[in-house]
């Protein structure tokens, strides 16, 4: 479960004060809103990666607000996917594993897992030039999968791929999360990709972050990736 | 047939106001090609012009009278064993303190920015002056200076670690420099990704960012290597030029020249260039083996 309890971040002049959301344990999140307003910030807030002026963040149940990054246990795929370009995928899929000092009978194991989970295995050797955008999605999914973490958080993951791509990286999204037992918050602009995967829609719209109804994804512009004001406002 | 600059109907006004768009004249590249080459060629001109003079000054033969002077080669010796500590050195240095600068946002960071290049706008002869009143005049000084004689036998001030020292007062800076646009360039996100996954700080700079900044840690050897080469006055000053032992390259140019050498000047000067080209190759060589 992530609770955002009061939250109050800020960057530079941007302010985003006071906001609070649930997403319970072992949901599949969206979270929708206007580019700039913040949605970055948040996840990045709940990575530990960004400090958090006031408030709370609780997972599941433990107030984490100061705790390192590495102490949070929280697979994350930013958005600009941020792969080590000196590694190869496998090393990828091994580096969490080998800094929780795992033997090298499980972390075999589990690059084998994810190798075919993700379909990467032909992957394995290459380095990160020259992978497409659905392979490099998959593995810095992958990077993100490896230590088995509760809470998985994915910022607009899915960008710049080719629709039939997308369709396919959506179903192995969800086919993780539910094999995974994951808690997942997945920001995005596109209103196919929402559909697909969300089980809940969480809005960031003028400052405030309000939980709504699957059905609102219908009032979502898909040409400006914008909600009506109607949606925001009520 | 188009040897002459007839007007054909591509090119004439009539064509150009009778078609559907009027072509814009592009005009030549070659002015502006003329201009980078003629500009940037005059100074690797002026650079090959200087090398031809120290040729037209020497022969073979005094470059081998000079070579088996025991003092020349003595010269030789220190000067490749020096510039490579120091060298070594201020990279060990400015790697740490490069990626601080790059990295961190803190309170007097200006502060410390400034100190790093205080050794770079510096007249060298300054920083030889400064270290050789540190070591002999002030309780610091002479207190380290006292200790590492008690300890290990060695002397500072007008001895061989002097020559280090004096190299690497001015070579780290430029170090230090190179590390820290070498940080700049390398993406912080990685970084911030491998924290979340588990990494330490420590861990995070070994394991994603050093991996990535060999080409500048190349980079930074290399000028440490040639600033070190080309150290003259703060050795001078603080390591003096005793023969056979302070005495570095640039040291016996001057020696050299002191005494109506002129030939043997030029030969050592030649070799230093010799040298440099030599060192600069291998390291930018292997530099590229090891980032490609």
């Known amino acids: 479960m992530i609770e955002l309890d009061d939250v109050t971040l800020r960057s530079g002049p941007f302010v985003l004060a006071n906001v609070s959301a649930v997403v319970p344990a072992g949901a599949y999140c969206v979270l929708m809103g206007e580019t700039g307003r913040g949605k970055t910030t948040i996840l990045e807030a709940i990575c530990g990666l960004r400090p958090v002026a006031a408030g709370r963040i609780l997972l599941d149940g433990t107030d984490v ?110 086919t993780v999360h539910r094999t995974g037992d994951l808690t997942t918050l997945h920001i995005t602009h596109n209103r196919a990709e929402a559909a697909q995967v969300a089980e809940r829609l969480l809005i960031l719209a003028d400052g405030t ?7 609102d994804l219908q009032l979502l512009d898909s040409a400006t990736s914008t909600f009506s004001t109607a949606a925001a406002r009520n | 047939m188009t040897g002459n600059a007839v007007p054909t109907p591509l090119n004439s006004g009539a064509a150009e106001a009778a078609g559907p768009a009027a072509r ?78 790059s990295r961190f946002a803190f309170r007097g960071r200006w502060l410390i920015d400034t100190i790093v290049d205080i050794p770079i706008v510096l007249p060298p002869l300054v920083i030889g002056l400064s270290l050789l009143i540190l ?32 190299q690497f007062s001015v070579a780290c800076a430029f170090a230090v ?24 700080r420590s861990q995070a700079f070994l394991h994603v960012t050093m991996p990535q900044a060999w080409r500048g840690i190349i980079a930074a050897l290399t000028i440490a290597w040639a600033r070190s080469l080309g150290e003259f006055g703060p050795i001078l000053v ?40 030599g060192v600069l190759s291998v390291v930018r060589l292997v530099g590229t083996r090891v980032t490609a």
């Open chain 2, 177 to 200: 420099q190179t590390m820290r646009v070498t940080f700049d360039q390398i993406d912080t996100r990685a970084e911030q990704v491998s924290l979340t996954l588990g990494c330490r």
């Open chain 2, 135 to 166: 070591f002999n005049r002030t309780a610091v000084g002479i207190y380290a200076e006292r200790r590492l004689e008690d300890y290990f036998g060695l002397r500072i001030t007008f001895a061989e670690p002097a020559v280090v020292l004096a």
């Open chain 2, 238 to 277: 603080f390591a003096g030029a005793t023969r056979m032992k302070t005495e570095v390259l640039s040291t016996t140019v001057f020696l050299e020249l002191s005494v109506g050498q002129l030939e043997a000047a030029v030969a050592v000067s030649l070799l230093m260039v010799l040298t440099a080209v």
């Open chain 2, 24 to 101: 814009h004249r592009v005009g030549s590249d070659v002015p502006f090609f003329i201009y980078l080459g003629g500009v940037g060629g005059s100074y690797i001109l002026l650079i090959l012009l200087m090398l031809a003079a120290d040729l037209t000054y020497t022969s073979p033969a005094d470059f081998a009278t000079a070579l088996e002077k025991p003092e020349i080669q003595y010269s030789i010796r220190l000067t490749l064993i020096s510039c490579t500590i120091s060298a070594l050195l201020a990279v060990l240095v400015a790697t740490p303190l490069g990626y601080l600068l």
């Open chain 1, 65 to 174: 607000t100061r705790w390192k990054p590495a102490a949070r246990n929280i697979g994350y795929v930013p958005q600009d996917l941020a792969l080590f370009p000196t590694m190869t995928v496998r090393e990828h899929l091994e580096f969490a594993l080998r800094l929780r000092n795992a033997t090298a009978a499980t972390i075999r194991a589990r690059v084998d897992e994810l190798a075919d989970v993700l379909d990467i295995g032909p992957l394995l050797g290459r380095r990160m030039q020259g992978l497409s955008g659905g392979e490099s999605q998959r593995v810095a999914l992958g990077r993100a999968l490896s230590f088995r973490p509760r809470l998985l958080l994915l910022d607009e993951p899915l960008n710049a791929l080719d629709e039939s791509t997308r369709d396919r990286l959506c179903e192995l999204l969800r």
């Open chain 1, 209 to 215: 972050l309000r939980q709504r109804p699957l059905g």
